[in-house]
């Protein structure tokens, strides 16, 4: 046989093979199920009661259900924002992230969804859990440790049975359009996002010219997404309760605040509320519950109709080892403001983000991934 029918033997039998393996992938490929939108938002309270007071009272939500210990005193009090999104205000202490607890996504798949991340490379439990409530659900961990809560709803579950209740025209918000929580990596966050969960990048937001603060990451079936917040050196408490946070939207904030002042639980609460206008140019007012979480209200459209146009900056840097800026008494405005365009805030957002970056992302097989509690 010549050196020429040889090769050319070679190259068919590659083509062959590369064929029959690409065929095989796709055969095998596990298919995404939908990403409805976000589901809920999990913080930890240190008093229950004052936390209802707030959500319930101040804000006009309602209890459909809590989860009790076994000593049959209440652990989580579920808060309904509308008939597929709720708040879970958990009664334990904060462990590694401030008062966030998890944050969660809606599937029409639990199950596809399991099969779908593991043939990703992501760490998941060997089957789908049922939780207490009854609907279908399992944790990830995303590259920062914060806890991922793939949930399905069932038809028989608590969430299910309380459809039609609990909705009182005393809600503040009909809608949460979006959660946020802290990134240190952009590039790390947007290929586990992007890459394997399929979000797509909608906007990206900063004060600054020189340092970007935030990327919106949208579910790819739905309009909900994640405020990734991104930070350049460890956070106070405070920091993180403005960081990580949930967004209610409202069709008229001067009326929103109106609304509020009005309430007799206004009387506890002794932030001042300011209606302010965003750097995405939507008008808007955060609160903050008593352990600090940042509840931010805000207008859907922009004051004068057009879409800001994305920040160009680059993404900071973060250094462990850099000392935290100080905020609260110090400087209340820099966690409440994080959305406004002040020079202090600039100068400090700035100062903020000059050292170099590590970031040390486990996602192997002996990642520790939580239960879900519900």
């Known amino acids: 046989m010549t050196i020429v029918k040889r090769t050319a033997l070679l190259l068919i039998a590659s083509l062959i093979a590369s064929f029959a393996i690409g065929a095989y992938a796709a055969d095998n490929q596990v298919n995404r199920p939908k990403i409805i939108g976000v589901a809920h938002i999990a913080i930890y309270v240190s008093d229950l009661q004052k936390a209802r007071a707030f959500y319930k009272d101040f804000l006009g939500y309602e209890e459909p259900y809590a989860i009790k210990r076994d000593d049959g005193t209440d652990r989580i009090a579920v808060i309904k924002i509308n008939e597929d999104q709720y708040i879970e205000l958990f009664a334990d202490p904060p462990k590694q992230d401030g008062q966030l607890n998890h944050v969660s996504i809606l599937t029409d798949s639990a199950e596809q969804m399991r099969l779908y991340l593991d043939s990703k490379g992501i760490n998941v439990p060997e089957k789908v859990g049922k939780g207490r409530i009854g609907n279908s659900n399992f944790n990830i961990v995303d590259p920062d440790g914060h806890t991922l809560e793939i949930v399905q709803y ?93 967004c209610l939207i409202v069709p008229d904030i001067q009326n929103a605040v109106a609304d509020l002042n009005a309430r007799p639980a206004r009387k506890g609460y002794t932030r001042p509320i300011e209606i302010r206008t965003g750097v995405n140019g939507k008008r808007q007012a955060n609160l903050f519950d008593p352990d600090g979480t940042r509840v931010e209200l805000m207008e859907a459209d922009t004051v004068d109709g057009k879409v800001v146009a994305p920040s160009k900056a680059p993404a900071p840097r973060f250094d462990p080892g850099a000392t935290p800026v100080a905020t609260s008494a110090t400087r209340p405005s820099t966690v409440a403001n994080i959305h406004r365009h002040s020079t202090g805030s600039i100068a400090m957002m700035f100062l903020d983000r000059l050292a170099e970056f590590r970031m040390y992302w486990n996602n192997g097989s002996e990642t520790n991934v939580p239960r879900s509690s519900l």
Do not use: C
């Open 154 to 246: 069932e038809p028989a579950s608590w969430t299910r049975r309380e459809t039609g209740k609990h909705i009182p025209p005393t809600r503040i918000s009909t809608h949460m359009p979006h959660l946020g929580f802290t990134v240190r990596d952009l590039n790390v966050s947007l290929k586990f996002y992007g890459d394997v969960l399929d979000f797509r990048e909608v906007w990206r937001g900063s004060p600054s010219p020189q340092v970007l603060s935030w990327v919106h990451m949208q579910v790819p079936d739905g309009k909900e997404f994640f405020e990734l917040m991104l930070y350049s050196r460890p956070l106070t408490s405070e920091q993180l309760g403005g960081k990580n946070h949930l």
